[in-house]
């Protein structure tokens, strides 16, 4: 069974950092590329970044760039995302995700056959 499970979120305030985790279980890790999107209230699920398997293709967002990071540990099967100046648009439920056949960093959602439940960020003012 695959589970991917997200940590590290939290209360953060505005021009503050936060590092989220995406521990997977149950594939083979390095297989698959790895995706984080976010979803705010009332808002569509949103493309964050995404990486390939070995870590050296990533893709991010329009709103990401310069201020996230993402990377990856094959060994630790972790995926993680650095966020550093946060503002309260950035307020949302981040998901990790992980997609088997991956063309490269893909950021429609529906490449991506799992998902984990997601860890909340907000971002006060």
């Known amino acids: 069974q695959v589970q991917l499970v997200e940590s590290g979120g939290g209360l953060v305030q505005t021009g503050g950092s936060l590092r989220l985790s995406c521990a997977a279980s149950?594939?083979?890790?390095?297989?698959?590329?790895l995706g984080w999107f976010r979803q705010a209230p009332e808002k569509e699920r949103e493309f964050v970044v995404a990486?390939?398997?070995?870590?050296?293709?990533?893709r991010y967002a329009d709103a990401a760039k310069g201020r996230f990071t993402i990377s990856r540990d094959n060994a630790k099967n972790t995926v993680y995302l650095q966020m550093n100046s946060l503002t309260p648009e950035d307020t949302a439920v981040y998901h990790c995700?992980?997609?088997?056949?991956?063309?490269?960093?893909?950021?429609?959602?529906?490449?991506?056959?799992?998902w984990g439940q997601g860890t909340q960020v907000t971002v006060s003012s």
């Open positions: 995700a992980a997609a088997r056949d991956f063309n490269g960093p893909d950021n429609r959602a529906s490449v991506y056959d799992y």
């Open positions: 149950g594939l083979t890790f390095s297989n698959y590329g």
């Open positions: 990486i390939n398997w070995s870590g050296r293709n990533i």
